[in-house]
């Protein structure tokens, strides 16, 4: 089975600091995604690799930022975390394929104070 | 560009009842299309998927979605509900474009609320 996981499944941090997500997909895939979940808002895209060192901006990048150093894994960075970015975080990962699903992780439930 | 529209954001249903999940899209073309479901706390799993072929897909757990092009919709239905499909559910539809490839772009979700 594809697994998808993320490092933590709730963070609490406090405003200012520098916050870390991490994810891990086991199955090779090329894609891998951050989203943010809001009651009402669905998810929305924050950043998008398909490949080592490479990233593309999705539809809320402003805020956060993101590393590929190795093709399983994929960080998302709150540089500086504001009371605004508490929300649901998650992972995805997928092939490069234009048929194709995405494989989701558990989620990361951040709580900025 | 493509959108998803789901124009449900809440449904309840009781235990046994059967239950539709409305989904409407934007596409240039035959889209790639996805229903996927969220359980409380949980990260997303997929339920079915339509790419082409047979309009009427099969899913786990019962469910089974409706392709119609003319309609621009893929409905999710299930005949009888548990309690355990208390849950949000997601629709998704595939890209067009090769750099975009793997990206899905999602509907704001369904809650669903099972009563006794």
Same mark, same amino acid.
């Given at each position: 089975?594809?697994?998808?996981? %993320? ?9 200012? !600091? ?11 895939? !090329?894609?891998?995604?951050? +989203? ?19 990233? !593309? ?57 | 560009? %493509? ?28 889209? +790639?299309?996805?229903? +996927?479901?969220? /359980?409380?706390?949980?990260?997303? @799993? ?11 897909? @099969? ?11 003319? %309609? ?7 005949? /009888? ?18 750099? /975009? ?9 369904? @809650? ?5």
């Amino acid at each position: 089975d594809v697994k998808v996981t %993320q490092s933590s499944r709730y963070l609490v941090k406090r405003t200012g !600091e520098k916050v870390f997500l991490e994810c891990v997909q086991d199955m090779d895939h !090329e894609n891998m995604f951050w +989203y943010r979940q809001d009651p009402g808002l669905g998810l929305r895209l924050i950043y998008f690799s398909y490949d080592v060192k490479m990233k !593309e901006k999705g539809d809320i990048p402003e805020g956060y930022s993101v590393s590929r150093e190795k093709k399983e894994r994929f960080s998302l960075i709150l540089e500086s975390a504001s009371t605004n970015q508490t929300s649901m975080y998650l992972c995805a990962s997928s092939l490069h394929d234009r048929v194709t699903e995405a494989f989701f992780g558990q989620g990361t439930r951040l709580t900025v104070v | 560009a %493509q959108s998803v529209t789901q124009p449900d954001i809440h449904i309840t249903v009781s235990e046994g009842a059967s239950l539709e999940l409305r989904c409407n899209y934007s596409y240039g073309a035959t889209p +790639y299309l996805f229903w +996927y479901v969220q /359980s409380p706390g949980q990260g997303l @799993q997929l339920l079915l998927k339509y790419f082409s072929g047979d309009t009427l897909v @099969q899913g786990i757990k019962g469910f089974e979605a409706e392709f119609k092009r003319s %309609q621009s919709s893929f409905n999710l239905r299930k005949p /009888s509900v548990h309690w355990s499909d208390a849950a949000e559910y997601f629709c998704a539809v595939g890209p067009m474009t090769t750099d /975009s490839w793997g990206k899905l772009q999602f509907g704001a979700g369904t @809650q669903v609320v099972v009563t006794p």
